[in-house]
């Protein structure tokens, strides 16, 4: 997917998307980008940080061949971005096509991991 994606533009992988052309390629519904800001709200993440959730976002919409970044990726991303780094933990709740997906997450020697 993400050489046709990419096909002349220079860019071959999904970690090379920055600034521009990181928003042509992982455009969000108002949802997941409400998601997305009261996440780095929630747990006061940067803007560099807010760059490689869209990047993993991208990654796992592909991996799942989704042309679209969906809630559930960005929540997917957000978990392993607050795994990276240490983060008081709280849950993160993202509304899928299938319902509801709730990700608990619970302290373990200042960080966080799914339960």
Excluded at 18 to 38: I, M, N, P
Excluded at 95 to 100: A, E, I, K, L, V
Aim: proline share 3%.
């Amino acid at each position: 997917m993400q050489l046709s994606r990419y096909k002349g533009t220079g860019i071959t992988f999904n970690s090379e998307l920055s600034g521009k052309s990181l928003r042509t390629h992982v455009r969000l519904d108002q949802e997941t980008s409400d998601l997305l800001q009261q996440s780095f709200d929630h747990f006061g993440l940067s803007v560099r940080a807010h760059d490689r959730i869209l990047k993993i976002s991208r990654t796992i919409a592909d991996l799942e061949q989704s042309e679209d970044v969906r809630k559930d990726h960005i929540a997917e991303a957000l978990q392993y971005r607050i795994l990276d780094k240490k983060i008081s933990c709280r849950r993160l709740k993202a509304r899928t096509p299938s319902g509801y997906v709730q990700f608990d997450l619970i302290p373990r020697r200042d960080s966080c991991i799914p339960r």
